[in-house]
Each structure stands twice: as C-alpha cells, then as structure tokens.
C-alpha cells in the first residue's frame, strides 16, 4: 500500500486523505421507478410526466419490478449481500423540482447490503473497496434558472426516474483511486446492462466525502472501525466527471489541511464543487442540514424477493470484468495490461474476443489494442461503429500468425479492410501481398545488393547494427512481402555476422 | 310526485330495472332536491347537471335493453375527496380552488360501471380532518335532523358530513365517504344511515385525495345494510394502480347481508364501556347485545386491552402521515396560488392562506412528531402501539365473531359547541378510530333515538376480510331495531 499512498505535506507535517463516496447510478429501464412515463435522455421538457410524477392529488406509486431486478442484478455484480426484505421510506424534504414534497427511498432496510469490489490503479495495481449498502430512489425533477431572469423552470422529465444510491466504505486514499473506484463501477453497471453510465447525461454522478487526517490513523480505523481516527468529513455533492472528483478531492484536501494548520476545525457540512474555478464552497452546514423526517411509505408495501427469484438473477450474470481480465491473463496468455484495456469496456471485450476466436490470442489483442483502438480514436467511433468487424480482423490475425502476410503488409491490408472492406485473404491474394519466404529469391537479391554495395559491407563489419540499412534495401526491392525472419537469417549469414 | 326519492337503493333499482320510472326523472328529481336543499343543508359543493342527466341517459338506454348494473339509474353522491374527472375536486380546501382533475378515481369508475348516476360532491371536513364539518372551506353541512322541539343547528359529524347529510335526507341513494379515523361511521351514526368500511385495501384508494394513507378507507353511506352491502361490492375490487389494494376477489356482500347469524359469536369489549359515557348510550348497547342474543348469537365478554392507547396513537399516525400528503399542496401544478415577492413567499402565503387551521394543526403535528429527536418517542412508538392494537383485535377474534360496540360517544352535537377544543373533538373517534389502525372491516347501523330524538347508531367490527359477518350482524341489528326514522323536512 505504501507505493500508492497519498502524502500531502503540511506546516506542521504530513497529512493523508481518506475518502468515501456515493455514487447515484441511474438504473437502464424503459419507464420510471414507479409510473409508466419513459426515460429517455434529451426529451422535450416536461414531455415524459405521468400524473403520479406530478404528484397530482390522489395519485398513487407502483413498483416497477424490472428497476427492482436491475437492483439485485447490480448489488449481485458487487459481490454484496441482496435483501430479500426491503422497504421504501419517504424523505421529506422541500423543493420545487420535488412536486410530491418528498423523495420515495430506501432508508433503514435498502435491497442491497455489504459487498467489495477489485478495483485497479493508473499502474495496473489493485485495490478494494468496501460497499455499504445499495439503495432505490427516485430522481427529482430539475430546476432550470437560466432561462429567465426573474424565474425558475422546472422540467419533470427525471422525476421520478429510478437511481440506485450506491455508499461505498471509506477505503479511498487518493483522488485517482476515487476516478478508478468511479471507473470500475461503471463498467460494472455498464457490463450488466443495469446502468448506461454516461456522466455527461447525468446517468452516473458522486457524492465524495472527503476527510484528513495523519499518517497511521487510517489503519487504527481500519483495524478497529473507530472513525473518531478519522477527521470530520466535507460531502461534496454531485460530481458529475471523473476529473471533477479528482479535482474536488485535492481541493478538499488541501482546504481541510490549511484550515487545521490555521488552528480551525473542519465542519460537518455539504459543499459544491465549482468545476470553473476549481474550488469547493459551503453549501450548508451541519445545523442547516435537513431533517428529512423518514417514515415507511405508506403507498407502498416492503418489497420482498425470492432466493429463488435472486438465485435466477444470478445465473444469468454476464462475467464481470475482473473475471474477465483474470481468463484473459491465464487462458489467453494476455499480458495484465492487454487484458485490462480489453476488459475494461465490454463492447470492446466482446470485440476482441470474436477476434481472438480461433486466433492467435496475443495477435489479436495486440491489434485490437493498438490498430483498430488507435484508428477509431483518430475518427473519433466507438468500437460498434468499426467498419471493420471482428470476424474480418480474425483473419487478418491468422493471416499473420501463420506467417502469410508480415505485419507491416497487414496494416496496408487493415487499410484496405478499413476503406474498402472485404475478405482479408482474397485482398492478400488478388494484390499478390502473400509474403516471400522462398530463400532462393530473397538470397539473390541479398547477393546482388552486397556486391552493388561495397563500402556499406565493410562498416557493417565495424559496426552489426547497420544491418538495418540491408533489412530496408532487401524490403524495399521485394515491396515489402519478405519474410523478415527469412531475410535478417540469410543477411547475418552472408555477411558473416 | 317525488315520493321515490325515499325509497332505498334496492327498491329504486328495482322500479328502474322494471321500467316503472324511468333513470332520467329519477335524475331530475334528486338533481331539484339537492338544489333546493342547499341553502339549508349546504350537503353539497358542486354538481353538473349536463353530466347527470347524460349519465342518466345512458341508463335508460341500457335498462330499455334489459342490460345495467347493480346501480343502474340511481343517482349517488361523491364525496368531494374522490376525483371525479372534470368536476371540480378540492377535499373542501381553499387550496384546490377550481382543481379539475383529468382523471375519474377508481372508486367512482367502478359505481359508474355498475350503472351509478352522479348526482354531485358532497360537502367534508378540509381534507377529511374533522369529525363535525366544520373545517370545510365551503361552510359547514346541517345534519336534517334536529332535536325535538328545537331550531338549534346540529353537525351532521365529520368528515364526509355532506354524505351522511345527502343520504339521510333522501337526496340520494347512497354516496361515497371515506373513513380515516371513523369519518363515515360517526356522521352515519349522527344521520341515522349506515355507513361501512371495508377491510383496508378493499375499495381502491387512487384517485382519492390522501389523507393519513395507511388509515384512509373509502366505503358507502346508504339507507339500509343491504344497500350498504351493494354500493361496497360495487366500489371494490383489485386496483393494480393501488399498491395496497388487496389482489383478492370481492366475496358477495350482498348474499351476506340475508344470510342468518345464528351460532355467531359476538364479543363485548369491555375497555369500551367508557366513564362518563351518557346512559342512552350505556343502554342501547345492551339493547344490541340482547337483540343479537335473541337472533340466535352468542354472547361473549372480550378484552382490548391497549384501546385506551388507540386516540393517541391515531394522533400521531394519522398527522405524520397528513404532514408528508400535503406536501405536494404548493400553488405551482394546480389549485390556489397566492403570489409572493419570492418563490419562498409564495409558497408561504400559498400555504398559509390555502390551508385552514385544523389542517396547519395536523401538518404542524406531523412535522413534529416525524422530526429528529422525536421521532422515536413519538412515531416509533406509535407504530409499536399498532401492533399491538392489531394483536389485540387478533385475540378478540379468537373468541368471537364480531364485536359490537356504539359508533359514538354521544348523538349529533350542536354546531359550534366542540369546534374550539380539538381534543373533545378528536373524542368523536374513540370507538371508531381503533378499526382504521388495524384495518378490519367495521360499520354503524342506526339503532335507535335519543331522548331527544337524534339517531343513534351500533357499531360492528369484524376481523379482516370478514365482510361478509358484519354485513349479516348489521342486518340482524337492522331488522331487530326496526329503525324506519326519517328526519322531518325542515329545510
């Protein structure tokens, strides 16, 4: 742990940082957590609001059975315990985007309870983080104040949109582990279809609690789970990019660390995040905080699932991306870097497995990685927008693993594949690109340029490495379809080296 | 001639179905009733008479056919909590002002299936919180009966005032009411009409305004038990719109009102025998006691020991509940809206000037009660305390069939005489309240007068889903009282 700590140095020494975070995943689900009206992001404002969204007189919540399942499936993808009991509360609380006046949410028993995930480092390294429990709730709607100098608009379109509420355990130390915690639960929610996880449509966005303290207090809390270890948190609210989170962190930290130093005392209390400069403010403080008046949602009845109902979820799982990076390190012999950037995405996952299918396994994520992630970054496509597919890359990849083409001809073919399409074999075949590994050829081109050349011999004697400049020469009169193996072989061979 | 005004539901649908009258003049009569009875009773807060008499229409067009329903052709009033789509809706709140709802509520649709003409909304406590009408932003409803010998004013109870009201002054053949804390069993028992609920989840609560959710109860006013049995089959049913409503068939109310109770056991619970309970009261239990003795039942002592604990657990439920439903009241989607400097100010006055006292009272309790710090002393408790009411309704009915009891305290009060002291009037509900914290079925059936003339009325308690026994218990109470009292008309 010690290579990865965070050590910010103070005045009157160092300071580390301990970090927890709520994360609001917005559940993927056609219709609302419970109406009818749909979801979708983008819509004409106030064009997605049933009756029961207004909180019209008289109108009464229904449970959407498939936002509970997304639950489940999602709490089962956080290897945490699933409750089969849970029970809605309402959380009261004044605003004009909250037409019924208050946020149906899970508050004493929420459908998920404690679980951890593997996350990984910038470095590749892996850590855990604890999670506390898994929530549902409703969104509220959204107050828009630009449009009008003198007004607030309102659009309902996300109220009552289901969220789960997702608390991680305080066993964040830096801000990159804060963006990598971020990052690994969104391709978890992305891998289990429960969550689209774009935080620019607001589909996933944080909460980040923020604390400090000195070096060695942290592993008294975890040894004991004391917090008076710890130092008194800042929640900074809706953190909607993964920069923000890391930036509202250093921030933070550094606020906290100046304030004590100063003499002061960190606050309880609730802070934004101001992404134009860069800095968190106050935004209310523990005694302003609400009372949010909690009491069971008389509207609706506890929410009980069966094992059996749960066990089902869990057999139709798709493999989560840690177990998916593991298969690719020890079935397919992918280095762990390889196997996590494939991982990571599983779109891209899916991509490269098809490639690999049959295939020189390493081959094929050596292109994914490098070729075709490099060529769609350029155009700026996602990998399902690929004009080459993964059956044909396959093939391009057996191309080279069997000694057909060389790789420098499979990325003219890649070219080939990206512009014009096509079968990579016939492209190999019609343009005569098939590689020469026929000796006799190469050698007479070899004797032919060491007898033309001279004096390029002799410094090849002084200096072995110049072989390069006859690799190129023998390359560039072949066009390229030397086999290289073949022609370095023959070269140090005939050069005596 | 308009004599057929008073005759039951039962007996109007019969005339209707037998093409003696037809639903259109029965319609026009009820609809010149209720007018005229306005300036007096004040039972009603708006009609459409376009929408009855279309509605009646229809009815006739279907009987003509040989078709209808269990209420085809008889007008019937609606409580002015259920939305009632088009009509103005407003739970008698000034904060509804002109709330039109887009919507028909669930209850009313099913009366309207089953061939029900609405005859108009009826007059309530703002927002059901009340036992006297006297919280209506629309005036207060006068019961049609009076004492003997005097002009005094009487409540007709509350909340659903202008139900009881319309009923017992044969303005309709039965109306909506919904019961939270006893809101149609007292003005029944004050109207001499029988008012039921039904076991909780029964009767669908959507589209009617909230008031404490897991309290409220809709259910009929009627003229006799056995139209009580019709208008409560025909109001419930499965709602998958309603999260609470019981996903159950509706077991033949109707059959049951005639069915014997000979071998029934009937428990007298003692801790209802209050102090200070008037001796007409005292009396005309024991006069249920030996009717139901000498109609076969047995009789058996039963004990509900937390009930002194229910009034105040009711208070504190029931506002917890109301503080979070009225929320959602802030002049910006519908109703009232009074215009502040700021978004603040106008929620403030909107609010303040929207809700009338005994509402902000509720809202002010519930806010209380539900706060940090005191939410364990008071709510949490509160729910334990339920619990506990419905273990004792549990044991009861391990020894009985069904429990009677009186539906109030005292008969009809004088308007105005409680309406400065809420706790006397929250006593209203002492023997009513205990049935909505537990949700078993319950109902009042006029059984008797007063010395002075004023109904009164016995209640019958049965255990959840058991319609069926009260709906029998109160037709035997019915034919053995032989209550055919009617208020004379004054008004």
Redo the contacts between chains.
């Keep these: 742990m010690s290579d990865h700590s965070y050590v910010l140095q103070g005045t009157t020494g160092d300071w580390e940082i301990v970090v927890g975070m709520e994360v609001h995943a917005q559940v993927a689900s056609r219709s609302k957590l419970f109406s009818g009206s749909a979801t979708e992001y983008g819509a004409e404002p106030n064009t997605q609001v049933s009756?029961v969204d207004?909180?019209?007189?008289?109108?009464?919540?229904?449970?959407n059975a498939y936002c509970v399942e997304q639950a489940v499936r999602t709490g089962l993808g956080l290897n945490a315990q699933i409750n089969k009991y849970s029970r809605f509360d309402?959380k009261?609380y004044?605003y004009?985007d909250l037409?019924?006046?208050?946020q149906i949410s899970q508050f004493q028993f929420p459908i998920v309870g404690e679980g951890e995930i593997e996350c990984e480092r910038d470095d590749g390294s892996l850590f855990t983080v604890g999670i506390e429990r898994l929530h549902l709730e409703q969104d509220a709607g959204k107050s828009i104040h630009d449009l009008d100098p003198n007004a607030?608009y309102?659009d309902l379109n996300r109220s009552g949109v289901a969220l789960m509420e997702i608390v991680s355990r305080p066993h964040i130390r830096t801000p990159d582990e804060a963006a990598a915690y971020m990052k690994t639960l969104r391709t978890i929610v992305r891998y289990l279809g429960t969550c689209g996880g774009d935080m620019e449509k607001g589909q996933m966005r944080a909460d980040v609690n923020v604390s400090i303290c000195r070096p060695g207090q942290y592993e008294k809390f975890r040894a004991d789970g004391d917090f008076k270890h710890l130092g008194t948190r800042c929640e900074i609210k809706n953190v909607n990019s993964m920069r923000f989170i890391q930036q509202a962190i250093e921030y933070e930290a550094r606020r906290q660390i100046d304030l004590v130093e100063e003499g002061g005392t960190v606050q309880q209390q609730t802070r934004l995040f101001d992404a134009n400069k860069g800095v968190t403010r106050s935004m209310r403080s523990k005694e302003e905080a609400h009372?949010y008046?909690?009491?069971p949602c008389?509207?609706?009845?506890p929410l009980e699932i069966p094992q059996a109902r749960i066990d089902e979820i869990k057999a139709e799982l798709p493999e989560l991306p840690a177990d998916k990076r593991k298969r690719f390190v020890n079935e397919l012999g992918l280095s762990e870097y390889d196997a996590s950037v494939l991982a990571a995405d599983k779109d891209r996952a899916d991509y490269f497995e098809v490639v690999a299918a049959g295939h020189d396994a390493k081959i094929a994520a050596n292109w994914v990685n490098n070729e075709l992630f490099g060529r769609l970054n350029k155009e700026d496509l996602g990998i399902t927008e690929s004009p080459v597919s993964a059956g044909q890359l396959g093939k391009l990849v057996d191309l080279i693993s069997t000694d057909v083409i060389s790789g420098k001809i499979a990325k003219d073919v890649f070219e080939i594949l990206w512009d014009e399409g096509g079968d990579p074999a016939e492209i190999v075949e019609k343009r005569g690109l098939k590689q020469v590994t026929d000796t006799g050829a190469i050698e007479s081109v070899v004797d032919q340029l060491i007898a033309e050349n001279p004096e390029q011999v002799t410094s090849i004697e002084k200096n072995p490495r110049a072989l390069g400049w006859f690799v190129g020469q023998v390359m560039k009169a072949m066009q390229g379809k030397a086999n290289p193996k073949a022609v370095n072989d023959i070269l140090r061979q005939k050069l005596g080296l | 001639m308009t004599d057929f005004l008073t005759l039951s539901l039962a007996e109007i649908t019969a005339r209707l179905k037998a093409r003696e009258i037809s639903a259109t003049e029965v319609a026009t009569a009820a609809l010149a009733a209720a007018e005229a009875s306005q300036g007096e009773l004040n039972a009603f807060t708006a009609f459409d008479r376009s929408r009855t008499l279309a509605m009646a229409e229809a009815s006739d067009q279907k009987l003509a056919k040989g078709e209808g329903g269990l209420l085809e052709g008889a007008p019937i009033a609606v409580k002015d909590l259920?939305?009632v789509e088009g009509v103005p809706?407003t739970?008698c709140s000034h904060i509804?002002d002109g709330?039109k709802?887009?919507?028909e509520?669930t209850v009313t649709s099913k009366l309207w299936a089953e061939g029900g003409v609405f005859l108009g909304k009826t007059n309530m406590d703002e927002f059901a919180m009340g036992s006297s009408n006297e919280t209506s932003y629309y005036g207060n409803v006068i019961n049609p009966w009076r004492a003997k010998g005097s002009e005094a004013k009487l409540t007709p109870g509350g909340s659903s005032g202008g139900s009881a009201a319309a009923v017992a002054a044969h303005l309709c053949y039965g109306a909506t009411g919904t019961d939270t804390g006893g809101s149609i069993r007292q003005p029944a028992a004050f109207t001499g009409t029988v008012g039921v609920k039904a076991t909780y989840g029964r009767a669908s609560?959507?589209?009617?305004?909230?008031f404490?959710?897991?309290l409220d109860h809709p259910g009929p006013f009627a003229k006799t038990v056995k139209d009580a049995a019709i208008l409560m089959q025909a109001m419930s049913g499965h709602d998958?719109?309603?999260?609470?409503s019981l996903p159950l068939d509706v077991p033949d109310f109707v059959a049951a009102a005639a069915a014997s109770v000979k071998g029934k056991r009937i428990g007298v619970p003692k801790e209802y025998r209050m102090d200070g309970m008037p001796a007409e009261i005292e009396t005309l239990w024991q006069q249920g006691v030996d009717w139901l003795k000498a109609a076969g039942c047995e009789i058996v002592d039963v004990s509900l020991p937390h009930t002194k604990y229910a009034l105040p657990t009711y208070y504190i439920i029931n506002p917890?509940?109301a503080?979070?439903n009225?929320?959602?009241y802030?002049g910006?989607?519908?109703g009232l809206r009074v215009e502040g400097q700021d978004?603040t100010e106008t929620?403030e006055k909107t609010r303040g000037e929207g809700f009338g006292h005994e509402v902000q009272r509720r809202i002010l309790m519930g806010?209380y009660v539900?706060?940090?710090g005191y939410?364990d002393a008071y709510?949490l408790k509160a729910l334990k305390v339920r619990r506990r009411i419905l273990e004792d309704f549990d044991q009861a009915f391990a020894q009985c069939d069904a429990l009677l009891t009186p539906s109030t305290p005292s008969a009809a009060f004088e308007l105005g005489s409680k309406s400065a002291d809420p706790i006397s009037m929250y006593l209203n509900d002492i023997f009513t309240v205990t049935a909505n914290i537990a949700g078993v079925p319950a109902m009042s059936v006029p059984a008797g007068l007063d010395a002075s003339g004023l109904p009164l009325g016995l209640q019958v308690i049965t255990p959840a889903l058991d319609e069926a026994t009260m709906f029998s218990v109160g037709a035997a109470l019915e034919d053995a009282a032989g209550f055919s009292h009617t208020p004379e008309k004054w008004w």
């Design positions: 009756l207004a909180a019209m007189p008289g109108m009464l919540p229904v449970i309402r009261n004044f004009p037409p019924q006046g208050y607030t309102v009372d008046r909690y009491f008389p509207d609706l009845l | 259920f939305a809706t739970a509804l709330f709802p887009p919507y509520s609560r959507w589209g009617a305004v909230a404490a959710s897991s998958p719109k309603e999260s609470t917890a509940e503080s979070s009225l929320a959602r802030d910006m989607r519908y978004l929620y806010t539900l706060s940090a939410y709510y």
